[in-house]
Each structure stands twice: as C-alpha cells, then as structure tokens.
C-alpha cells in the first residue's frame, strides 16, 4: 500500500523567513496531494492542494509543488508569521488518504 | 451546515469496558472514514464507507467494528478498549472518489480518548 514519508519532524524559524516542508509517497498511482494544518487541540484543515497533473500551485503566502517522477512534493510558507506555527500534515490519495507523520513548525517572534 | 459532528468531546474508560463513538454529517457525503491520531503518526485509517450499507478495513482496523445504516451516520465503536488505544479519533467524510478526483475530506472536532 501507499507509504508517505515526511521531513522535517520538527522545525523553527524566525518570523519573516521561510519554511519547507518535504513530502515523499510510494505509489505512483497516487493523484491528489493534500496538506493540512492542524492547531493544538484542533481539527485538521485544508490549506492547500494539488492535483497530479499540475506541477505547482499557489495561495498567497502558501504554495505546494510536486515531482510525480521522483514522487515527491513540498509545502512552502513564505513571510511566516506566528499564526503559522502548527503540526502540518501531507497526504497522499488515490482510494483513500495516507498521511505522513507531521511537522510541527515554530515560529518565532 | 453543522458539517462533520463528533460525539463526545472526551471520554475515560476503563480496560475492557465498550463504547461508541458517535459521527454525523449534513453534507450528504457518501464516503465516511474513522482515523486515529497518536503522537509523531500522524492520521491512520481505522475504517471507512463509501455509502449506507458499506464499510470497509483501513490500516489498524483491529478492536473496532462500524456500521452505516444511514448516509449521515457512522459510528466506531470499541467492543473491549485496551490501553493501546488511547488516543484521539477523528471521523471525515467526503464524496465518493474525492480521493482519486482531487477534493478534500472534511474533520470533525475529534473525540480524546484515555483508555485506564
């Protein structure tokens, strides 16, 4: 079955500066790629998506880019802001969604 | 719209005790999934349905069974909880082939579980 690898586990950075977090998938069937952010004590939500046939998308202070050859796809913050520190979460979906195991991202003032 | 609804927020329960938890949803979403939540693993499939009638094995199926009796409906209950499955329970739903067409599940607020 599908496998989804996710790195960092864990990372800071400084308010202003940029964040990348790395998603790889085992199943090259898989065609959707969603991330999700998830706030202490909160649900999952939806921040951003990708669908196999693109190759980078964009939402304003948020973008995903994707390597169905390599089978990879990242999540890019720019201008982070302390809101922004959460757990986030990709996955990958073909039947069903298989997550990764989460980054937890700081932000620091 | 309530959206996804999740029942109870927080329950304690002692070894070997059962329970239900509770999923519902307003959006007629034909496919319905259980995941549990534990630290640094991220969300793993317990079960899931893709209409009334239907339901399926996801990852860690084992100790838990569901039904769907209705497209609102899918509960996950716990026939003898055990300490290992202490942690928190999320129920999504989302059309049929959202996974595959490229649309998003939708989370309820979660049920914390402790599990003594």
């Known amino acids: 079955g599908e496998n989804v690898e996710q790195h960092p586990s864990t990372l800071s950075v400084q308010e202003g500066d940029s964040a990348v977090i790395k998603c790889t998938y085992s199943?090259?069937?898989?065609?959707?790629f969603p991330w999700y952010k998830q706030e202490l004590g909160k649900r999952p939500q939806l921040i951003i998506d990708i669908r196999s046939n693109v190759g980078e998308k964009k939402d304003q202070r948020i973008a995903v880019t994707l390597n169905k050859t390599a089978k990879h796809f990242s999540l890019h913050i720019t201008e982070t802001q302390p809101e922004d520190s959460a757990v986030y979460f990709c996955?990958?979906?073909?039947?069903?969604?298989?997550f990764g195991p989460g980054t937890r991202l700081s932000v620091l003032p | 719209n309530a959206g996804v609804t999740q029942t109870p927020k927080f329950q304690v329960l002692k070894t070997g005790q059962s329970m239900t938890l509770q999923c519902a949803q307003d959006m007629n979403h034909e496919y319905m999934s259980w995941y549990r939540q534990d630290p640094g693993m991220g969300l793993r499939l317990i079960h899931y349905?893709?209409?009334?009638?239907?339901?399926d094995q996801g990852e860690v199926p084992n100790g838990y069974n569901v039904s769907r009796s209705t497209t609102e409906d899918f509960p996950l209950r716990l026939l003898s909880a055990a300490p290992s499955q202490t942690s928190v329970y999320f129920c999504?739903?989302?059309?049929?082939?959202?996974?595959?067409?490229?649309?998003?599940?939708?989370f309820g607020p979660g049920t914390r579980l402790l599990v003594l």
């Open positions: 349905s893709v209409g009334a009638g239907i339901t």
């Open positions: 996955a990958a979906a073909k039947e069903n969604f298989v």
């Open positions: 199943d090259s069937a898989s065609n959707y």
């Open positions: 999504a739903s989302s059309y049929w082939g959202a996974a595959s067409g490229g649309e998003t599940q939708y």
